[in-house]
């Protein structure tokens, strides 16, 4: 535990904000201690980290091979934290998710069996291999961090954050995930081929033992939520409250679906975390230019790319 750690509360709502300072030394332990494992993905990491301080989940969208699992079971592992991985296939039912109520023959009660979705992090490894029905049983946890099973809400552990990954081969064999549920997915990313340098590296790590079987915690679970904290507390100033407002319009004029105000959101909260990455403790355009591809462009529905739109509008719309 390092001086900016905190002691594991039992009343999350209490942990204070760590400093921006600590929180961005914290942020930089995460990634090195990731890249351990993973090579050649330091945006990559960074993208994860900044969906998980902001409160946010994430997509990640690539050909099988690439290190998806392995990048979010890395992030996960980093932090102290319950950590769960549900394999998304066609017959997986939403109970099988969310948890189910079973007959107690001794007690003659029902009780709850809590599925994999209570967990600090769960991991949903190719969510589109499985039928919409199931899919759809993550919406409300997502969207309000807790689920409802036989008419009885339960929270989801504080805090929660969904790493899910789908292959974008064998259509055939997949179904895709609803606008509705793309849309509560704070950022979507895509890994692509590593460079023949980092692959090379990855070959010798890789050799003997995986490098991910070795890999321990660098964050308690109470880092995590001071440094979330923080990032709720950055600075968000009218002009760039604005300047997001703009961004939006554009993409909604330009496009047959552009940003709702729910993108809007998750974009100005991505710019917070960013700037605590980058060790400052308000926003600038800068933090918003960075996030807008990743938060936006899996929104958008056009006759072109979602990424085009977003582009057109980082170079149409000025900063005032």
């Known amino acids: 535990m390092t001086d900016a750690s905190l002691p594991e509360s039992d009343h999350p709502e209490q942990v204070p904000p760590l400093s921006v300072a600590d929180a961005t030394t914290l942020t ?21 980290l900044v969906a998980t301080l902001a409160r946010g989940h994430l997509l990640l969208e690539d050909v099988p091979g690439v290190g998806k699992t392995v990048l979010g079971r890395a992030v996960a592992t980093s932090v102290d934290c319950s950590f769960n991985r549900v394999q998304f296939t066609p017959d997986l039912l939403p109970s099988d998710v969310t948890g189910v109520n079973v007959f107690n023959q001794k007690t003659r009660e029902f009780e709850f069996r809590p599925g994999p979705v209570f967990a600090n992090v769960v991991l949903g490894d190719e969510i589109n291999r499985a039928p919409p029905k199931t899919q759809a049983a993550l919406l409300e946890a997502m969207a309000e961090g807790q689920v409802t099973v036989d008419g009885e809400t339960r929270r989801l552990p504080d805090p929660f954050t969904v790493i899910a990954t789908q292959n974008d081969v064998e259509p055939g064999r997949t179904y895709d995930l609803p606008m509705a549920e793309v849309d509560r997915f704070m950022k979507k990313l895509r890994l692509g081929y590593p460079d023949e340098d980092a692959e090379t590296r990855l070959l010798e790590r890789v050799a003997g033992d995986h490098p991910i079987e070795s890999l321990t915690p660098v964050a308690t679970l109470d880092d995590l939520r001071g440094a979330r904290r923080t990032v709720a507390n950055v600075t968000l100033s009218e002009p760039v409250r604005r300047y997001v407002s703009r961004l939006a319009s554009y993409t909604r004029d330009e496009a047959s679906l552009g940003v709702s105000p729910r993108g809007a959101i998750a974009l100005t909260r991505a710019a917070q975390a960013r700037a605590v990455l980058n060790g400052r403790e308000y926003v600038v355009p800068d933090d918003v230019q960075t996030e807008a591809p990743t938060v936006w462009s899996h929104r958008i529905d056009a006759d072109r790319p979602g990424r085009d739109v977003v582009d057109a509008a980082l170079t149409a719309v000025s900063v005032e």
Do not use: K, L, T, Y
Request: glycine fraction near 4%; charged fraction near 35%.
């Open 28 to 48: 930089d332990r995460i990634v090195d201690n990731v890249e351990e494992v993973i090579v050649g993905q330091h945006d990559a990491i960074e993208h994860i």
